[in-house]
């Protein structure tokens, strides 16, 4: 009984000590302060099997036919992904490289992410990072498959047809 009372106090004075730190200003929501580890680590593996878990829609039938891909580089670079992903032969603006986690660059993710996944995350954006719901910034669900097969293709794409499909592309407004 006594052990109990003394563990249910011990965790009243935890309890305590952790709304003390958070509730009076102690914790740093400083973009700058690097996370711990472990916290990056959870954060990481949170994010991989929250996408695989969600990611159900099917793709459609003309997913990655050329036409497409064009239009996703269209969409790609309206929506202003560039921006903070870089593209091909369009390098990142500069603040992206104050976001904290920073966004990665695509010719790396387009391998690792499949194309139900990839149209799930433009989607629904990555919470609490710096990644947009591009389903509520008004992209349509043609217009996010489109641009999940360019993300597929961002390796293969060269910097000469990345500025020939984008010329006339005007950012959303
Ligand atoms: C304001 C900056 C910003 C813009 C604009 C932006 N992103 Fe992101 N994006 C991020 C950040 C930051 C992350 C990393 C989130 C994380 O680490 O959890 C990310 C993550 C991603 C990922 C997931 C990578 C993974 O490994 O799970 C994909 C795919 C992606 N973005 C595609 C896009 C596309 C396509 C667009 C445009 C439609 C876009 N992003 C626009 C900041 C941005």
């Known amino acids: 009984m006594r052990f109990l009372a003394v563990i249910g106090a011990l965790a009243i004075v935890a309890?305590?000590?952790c709304a003390v730190f958070f509730f009076g200003?102690?914790?740093?929501?400083?973009?700058?302060?690097?996370?711990?580890?472990?916290?990056?680590?959870?954060l990481t593996k949170v994010r991989i099997a929250s996408i695989e878990r969600h990611a159900n829609?099917?793709?459609?039938?003309?997913?990655?036919d050329a036409a497409k891909v064009q239009d996703g580089a269209k969409a790609y670079a309206s929506f202003g992904c560039a921006?903070?992903?870089?593209?091909?032969g369009v390098k990142w603006l500069k603040y992206s490289e104050g976001?904290?986690?920073?966004?990665?660059?695509?010719k790396?993710?387009?391998?690792?992410?499949?194309?139900?996944?990839?149209?799930?995350?433009?989607?629904n954006g990555i919470n609490m990072t710096g990644m947009p719901s591009f389903g509520l910034a008004g992209a349509t669900d043609d217009e996010i498959?489109?641009?999940?097969?360019?993300?597929?293709?961002?390796?293969?794409?060269s910097e000469a047809d990345y500025k020939t499909w984008t010329a006339a592309v005007q950012p959303k407004q």
């Open 145 to 157: 498959w489109a641009i999940a097969a360019f993300v597929k293709k961002i390796p293969e794409t």
């Open 99 to 106: 976001l904290h986690p920073d966004p990665p660059d695509l």
């Open 25 to 42: 200003g102690f914790y740093s929501v400083a973009g700058t302060s690097e996370d711990p580890a472990a916290v990056t680590w959870a």
């Open 57 to 64: 829609d099917k793709p459609p039938a003309s997913f990655g």
């Open 15 to 17: 309890g305590l000590a």
């Open 108 to 123: 790396e993710v387009a391998g690792k992410l499949s194309p139900p996944q990839l149209f799930w995350v433009i989607k």
């Open 83 to 88: 921006n903070c992903h870089g593209a091909p």
